[in-house]
């Protein structure tokens, strides 16, 4: 039996909502973690739909029990050892990141995230010509414990280690390494004009050595890509410049409108018979 199948329990329902009222949820107890404050509280409906779980049975041990301990339906009579409730803990945090990459690709999740990025939470470029460019974060990995998260910055286009201390133990599967590409497609219109080539370095962030398909216009570029795939140099540009034609397009078309409209009145007030 899926610990999916265990929700519609209607005993562990009723055991359940006892344990809400004298207990946190899980999800937000954990986001509310110093230092957890880049991590979007996932609504529960998200982790109680099957679809949204494929797979992740074979990616993470005890994934039953990990399960639980996120939705709350844990057993707290039984007595596990504290090797137990280690791995325990371990296993939780890794399926809710695996959870978290997923859905901060959703419409909400993308929406949530759109305005951590808009308030700046993940911090700024330290490049100067990036003129404290908001950031966005990125995993090396999608699978877990396979590095920590690391910073983009779309406009200089370069990954960064996070200045705090406490934000560089996040696990990069988090946010999984197509997020902030997968973002800035969503959101053209905050993509950020790309900055001239750097002058210097400063000592807020640490910048990290990066290979690039891009090697004939920036050698040190981070490779855009998105589920493995490699996107054109500077094709976020491309789309809002694609945007910004359209628009102008737009305003074209309703004023030559505009300008019928009026010459047919002229036309109307000229020859009133
Ligand atoms: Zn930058």
Not at 5 to 26: L, R, T, Y
Not at 37 to 51: G, M, N
Not at 135 to 158: A, H, M, R, T, W
């Amino acid at each position: 039996m899926t610990a999916i199948s265990h929700i519609n329990d209607s005993p562990q329902i009723q055991a359940q909502s006892q344990q809400d009222s004298i207990q946190e949820n899980w999800v937000r107890w954990f986001c509310s973690l110093t230092g957890n404050d880049w991590y979007c509280v996932i609504p529960r409906e998200f982790i109680e739909k099957e679809s949204n779980l494929i797979g992740l049975h074979t990616q993470i041990k005890g994934y039953n029990k990990a399960l639980n301990e996120i939705l709350d339906l844990r057993d707290y009579d039984d007595a596990s050892s504290d090797v137990d409730s280690q791995s325990l803990k371990r296993n939780t945090v890794s399926l809710f990141n695996l959870l978290h990459a997923r859905f901060i690709t959703t419409p909400i999740g993308l929406e949530m995230m759109s305005l951590k990025f808009l308030q700046k939470a993940f911090g700024v470029c330290p490049r100067v010509m990036c003129d404290s460019q908001a950031l966005l974060p990125i995993g090396q990995s999608s699978q877990c414990n396979k590095g920590y998260v690391l910073l983009y910055c779309p406009k200089c286009e370069d990954l960064y280690i996070p200045p705090s201390l406490i934000h560089q133990t996040i696990d990069g599967a988090a946010f999984g390494p197509s997020f902030p590409h997968l973002f800035l497609f969503e959101y053209p219109l905050l993509v950020p004009p790309i900055s001239k080539p750097r002058t210097h370095n400063l000592p807020a962030l640490e910048m990290l050595p990066s290979t690039s398909s891009c090697n004939s216009i920036r050698p040190d570029r981070f490779p855009s890509k998105i589920y493995g795939f490699s996107l054109h140099c500077g094709m976020h540009h491309h789309l809002i410049r694609w945007i910004e034609d359209r628009e102008m397009a737009k305003k074209h078309r309703i004023a030559e409108y505009n300008d019928a409209i009026l010459t047919l009145q002229a036309r109307k007030a000229n020859d009133p018979g």
